[in-house]
């Protein structure tokens, strides 16, 4: 038995340690904070409960098999029901630019006279993965875009199969010593495709779909919407899921329109009781696998071994105790790579250098706003968005590295579930979680004056849309948090929600793998590492990096019995 000590107890470590538990391994959890959950964690204040972080359950299918290598069910251990609608849309009034570029799409040659300026959106949308509803409102934004919407639907839906099979759940077949170079993705790159071509063979679609791979991983996301609708409200519609991969879609891959699949055919889906109640449960399959959890315990240091030894023999951490001192077989870091690659190595093992980490793109920030409000609020759905006029001007304010800036006005994602569960605040109340895109910028914290009149502007504006303009002064309860409270809180790298951007370098087999180069018993999970951000992505982290602690374990005890037996030993 190997003692794995799992560092962060999020959802990617509890699911690490989970699976190593259940596999005969003896594991300890350590988590910096009080409580357990991560990103995912949740607050409670004066009768209002709030998820903090991940609002939205997608891909069930990865929860579901998960639950299912314990002998359990997600309807066994979450009370889940279908949501109707996904979402509701408020849209953003027209930007001239906008109209003009639309305009100009006019064919005199076909006949086509391009679509009608200014533009009348109707407000708000209610979105449901129903096939002839969503016809039908294509169809009445851009006549004629039914075809189009069928056609990229389809190709969703194929890809994100495809990468369910080949690109999610698996390392890539990385090689687990030495640094991750470019020839070695390159070869993983070919892994990856002889894997898509094996299953074309089964699959005439599928054969069929190969040719535009290499234009969807070179393309954009932005430019593959663009080039298929002319609607800026339908434009928006398909590229906001660029949001959930912490990108802007003029710098994500084309390949990633598969995120049509998730709320447009497959819905959304809510736990009664929050986010939170999914963390339980895979806190009950830790524990009862055996797992120690230890909460309010800082990992400080990862010590090698003596020389050169590129083994970690020493796991120091600290507790209301003080310091602490443990001797693993394994590490399994399931918190920020770069705070683990920063602060707990020392220099000869790390595995990214600080020029390297300077040219990497953290992804967006947030500002995220917990309300409670006395009386209920009228016209929300459990998932509101409310765009901005000017998208493109909205997220070059987000993502515009040194030139970005804090967005206004503001898109801004509003969930409230007590439209779903009303247990989740006190009876008549409303529990709102707030979330507007921000730059990954450490220096803006709640408190701060400018952050908290930004929080008022963004309240108001909220209220206005929804016809409550006194939703301000009916808030009871009120929580802040900027990108220098996940920095503090998190241990973020520089702010960042959700992790690194899924920009082409940062996607796939080059992004970081669960395996470090550098260190021989060193494993990561979570959002740094294939296959990416938000909660599916890090379970089956997880699941990589239990399949990679399996293989070199098995690797470990093959080259042991080797040496015994080339010693004569019995």
Known sequence: MSRVIVIGAGISGLATAALAAQDGHDVTVLERLSQVGGRAATLEDDGFLFDTGPSWYLMPEVFDAFFRRFGTTAEQELDLVDLTPSYRLFPGHVHPSAAAETSSTADPASGDPGLPEPFDLPEPLDIIPDRAALHALFERLEPGSSKAL?????????????????????????????????????????????????????DPQTRAALPQLPGLLTGSFRDHVHSRFRHPLLRQILLYPAVFLASDPSRTPALYHLMSRMDLVDGVKYPMGGMGTLIDAFTRLALDAGVRITTDAEVLSLRPGPGSSRAITEVVYRTADGLQLIEPDWVVAACDLHHVETRMLPPKLVSVSKREWEKRDPGMGALTVMLGIEGRVPGLSHHTLFFTDDWETNFASVFGGRDARLPEPASTYVCAPTVTDPSVAPEGCESLFLLVPFPANPTLKAGQEEIERYVDRVIDAVGARVGAPDLRSRVRV?????????????????????????????????????????????????????????????????????DALRSLEGRRESEGDRGAEGRGDS
């Open 478 to 546: 009120r929580h802040v948090r900027a990108p220098g409270d996940f920095a503090l809180n998190l241990r973020a790298w520089s702010g960042t929600a959700l992790g690194p951007a899924h920009t082409l370098k940062q996607s796939a087999m080059f992004r970081d793998s669960v395996v470090s180069p550098q260190v021989t018993n060193l494993l990561r999970a979570g959002a740094y590492t294939a296959p990416g951000v938000g909660l599916p992505m890090c379970v089956m982290s997880a699941e990589n990096a239990f």
């Open 150 to 202: 069928d056609d990229h639907l389809a190709s969703a839906s194929l890809l994100y199969d495809l990468a369910l099979e080949h690109a999610l759940r698996t390392d890539f077949g990385r090689e687990h010593r030495g640094a991750a170079g470019m020839p070695r993705r390159v070869r993983s790159l070919g892994r990856l495709g002889a894997g898509v071509l094996a299953g074309a063979g089964r």
